[in-house]
């Protein structure tokens, strides 16, 4: 008997083969793992990628359960991996109670996926929190190493990923950045060139999420993800980007649609709703009366061009550098970061936390938000030390540092990709923070350094306290400055915010909260070179309540 298409469709209907989207069921492969994101109080949003056999959409059945043997199963239900999405999914669990681990898996026949946990929000009195934010994973820096001891924690509520999850860079020389030690470890990255297409953006996310100690963190607990540059194209901002070249890379605003429909497919968070903007990703959770944490768009949606040294910052006759100029520049009150909309978002969520009774106002922050000049290396140094430096360092950096060193001479920011990039809306952002009477505690991420920073306006009042998470993998100043060599003393003594910062380690931000302090541990990893590692406390430092804001950060 011959069997036509439509009736081997109603065939497969009736034998409850194909899913309500019209996938046919089949066994599937989670290569990628699970994730669990934008938690809430009734609800997690939970992720997977499912490929089968063949080529086509995908349905699966996905359980939530109150235990990890899933034989309290609390919501189950089916959902489509589309190729459109790059077969991946996501499902929004509706009716979870708050404040509770669940315990969530993906399942296609006889395949099952990994299974993952995570928590809901608090909801009412809530006398502790456990946050852990991280930045800066590039796939050929290293191994992820940081990921893992993240996955081991005891205790962790949620994650803050503050961006460059990925990163969009391929060396096409060994010498290239992250190259000479993607080839020592054979982590090139796939493809290999620097994306610019959709399909590129997707496969270095297919490549980054393949990673099994990756995947242990995104298992451990519910992430509430933001992108950076890197996530996109270096230095950018909502017109352009550094790295962007139209005779090669075509249309800014398509590179950067393709950019962010990759990361959203490949994140577990929450799709813009009806009516907002394709890149505001700004969102703010309440983690019962002991917290708010506000995430901020720091990249796409408002911010203006960045400035550089070598375009802005004009000579003078004399030869010397025309700092009058450049700070005239620099301090533009329209230069924007974040946009009126945003600012207008921020201070109604500032202002309802404060008013709630909730004793903190965590914000997470793409880049660094402290005041930070070049820091004057040499002064730290003997003539001898300072002289066997210049000839141990290499590449990009001899030239960083000796550029650096110069302008440490004049009043100048050390970052300009940095909100010391944008002052007015730095100042913007801190008399909200006043305003609000919040008291303010930053997550940032971007410089792959390790800051402790006591924040103050321009009138010397304080408004809060950093903590900036150096990379997972990325490399930076330490990796190519000799070991010893006190850039982190040159700027704690440069810069009165600067309480303590390293350049030398890899890792991520522990803050740990009760309803009276604050206390922020710099973690590190001791390499990202074997899979062999140890994981353990940089330095700790406790912020306490000092009337309307916080106290200076104390070493502990």
Do not use: C
């Given at each position: 008997m011959t069997i036509n298409r439509r009736q081997m469709a109603a065939?497969?209907?009736?034998?409850?083969?194909?899913?309500?989207?019209?996938?046919?069921?089949?066994?599937?492969?989670?290569?990628?793992?699970?994730?669990?994101?934008?938690?809430?109080?009734?609800?997690?949003?939970?992720?997977?990628?499912?490929?089968?056999?063949?080529?086509?959409?995908?349905?699966?059945?996905?359980?939530?359960?109150?235990?990890?043997?899933?034989?309290?199963?609390?919501a189950k239900g089916t959902a489509t991996a589309l190729p459109a999405r790059d077969n991946t999914l996501k499902v929004e669990v509706e009716g979870l109670k708050p404040g509770r681990t669940y315990y969530y898996r993906f399942l296609a026949g006889k395949s099952v996926s990994p299974v993952g946990q995570a928590r809901t929000l608090p909801v009412g009195k809530t006398d502790d929190l456990v946050l852990i934010s991280c930045c800066c994973a590039m796939y050929q820096g290293g191994y992820f190493n940081a990921y893992e001891a993240i996955a081991k924690l005891p205790r962790v509520d949620a994650v803050i990923h503050l961006g460059d999850y990925i990163y969009e860079v391929a060396g096409e020389t060994p010498n290239d950045y992250g190259q000479p030690t993607g080839v020592q470890l054979n982590r090139l990255p796939q493809p290999r060139h620097t994306c610019v297409t959709l399909d590129d953006y997707r496969k270095r996310f297919a490549q980054t999420r393949s990673d099994p100690q990756l995947q242990a963190a995104h298992a451990r607990a519910a992430w509430i993800c933001c992108w950076d540059d890197h996530d996109l194209a270096n230095d950018d901002w909502k017109d352009g980007a550094q790295a962007q070249n139209p005779a090669t890379d075509g249309s800014w605003t398509v590179r950067k649609q393709a950019a962010v429909q990759a990361f959203y497919e490949w994140s577990p968070i929450r799709d813009p709703g009806r009516g907002q903007s394709f890149f505001a990703i700004n969102r703010s959770f309440d983690f019962g009366d002991l917290a708010s944490f506000t995430m901020l768009e720091t990249r796409l949606t408002a911010r203006d061009a960045l400035l550089t040294y070598g375009r802005d910052l004009p000579l003078l006759a004399s030869g010397e550098p025309d700092v009058a100029a450049f700070q005239k520049k620099l301090q533009n009150p329209d230069r924007r970061m974040i946009g009126p909309a945003q600012e207008a978002w921020l201070k109604r969520v500032l202002q309802a936390s404060v008013e709630s009774?909730?004793?903190?106002?965590?914000?997470?922050?793409?880049?660094?938000?402290?005041?930070?000049?070049?820091?004057?290396?040499?002064?730290?140094?003997?003539?001898?030390?300072?002289?066997?430096?210049n000839a141990f360092i290499t590449g990009y950096y001899k030239g960083a540092l000796a550029d650096v060193q110069a302008r440490s001479a004049y009043d100048l920011p050390f970052d300009l990709g940095s909100w010391d990039g944008y002052p007015a809306a730095r100042a913007g952002l801190y008399a909200m923070i006043k305003s609000a009477q919040a008291r303010a505690v930053v997550l940032s991420g971007d410089s792959h350094l390790a800051w402790v920073n006591d924040l103050h306006d321009h009138a010397g009042t304080r408004v809060g306290v950093e903590f900036g998470a150096t990379a997972i993998t990325s490399g930076g100043w330490g990796d190519s400055l000799p070991p010893g060599t006190p850039l982190g003393e040159a700027f704690s003594k440069r810069n009165p915010e600067v309480a303590f910062m390293d350049v030398f380690k890899k890792g991520f931000v522990r803050l740990s909260l009760t309803r009276t302090e604050a206390r922020g541990e710099l973690m590190d990893v001791s390499t990202v070179l074997d899979r062999s590692f140890e994981s353990g406390v940089i330095k700790g430092f406790v912020v306490t309540h000092e009337g309307e804001g916080v106290s200076a950060p104390i070493p502990v």
């Open positions: 065939l497969a209907v009736g034998a409850g083969l194909v899913g309500a989207e019209g996938a046919v069921a089949q066994e599937a492969v989670f290569a990628y793992g699970v994730a669990a994101g934008d938690p809430a109080a009734d609800s997690l949003l939970i992720w997977t990628h499912a490929a089968g056999v063949a080529a086509g959409p995908v349905t699966v059945r996905w359980q939530v359960a109150s235990d990890r043997t899933f034989r309290r199963i609390v009774g909730k004793p903190w106002q965590i914000l997470g922050s793409g880049v660094v938000l402290a005041q930070v000049s070049n820091p004057d290396l040499k002064a730290q140094m003997s003539a001898k030390a300072w002289e066997a430096l």
